[in-house]
């Protein structure tokens, strides 16, 4: 199925890439294998992240499991995917 770009009406081309998730809060993390949809026409491109509440869960875990310490972005992301607060306590 075409995607027509929302800038200028072309139709865009789908491809799948590697995506630097840095919007994630989590620095230095790729997302394999992501459609990207770019227009020849303008320049615009989207990126389409599939199941992206999922996506952060897993991270999250991959974050919980190394062995060092979580770094302040590490655990930034944690309090924000999990619903962490740096305060209060548990109810
Ligand atoms: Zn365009």
């Known amino acids: ?14 491809r799948r890439q590697n995506v630097s998730y840095d919007a994630s809060g989590l620095p230095g993390v790729t997302l394999a294998g992501i459609e990207v949809s770019h227009c020849a026409h303008c320049g615009e491109h989207e990126v ?12 999250a875990h991959a974050v919980i499991r190394k062995s060092s310490r979580p ?3 590490e655990i930034r992301f944690l309090r924000r995917t ?6 209060s306590a548990k109810p």
Do not use: E, F, Y
Not at 82 to 87: A, D, E, F, K, P
């Open 82 to 87: 999990l619903g962490w607060s740096g305060s």
């Open 71 to 73: 770094t302040p972005a």
């Open 48 to 59: 389409a992240i599939p199941r992206i509440a999922g996506l952060h869960r897993v991270m």
């Open 1 to 14: 199925m075409a995607t027509k770009c929302l800038q200028c009406g072309h139709t865009m081309t789908t």
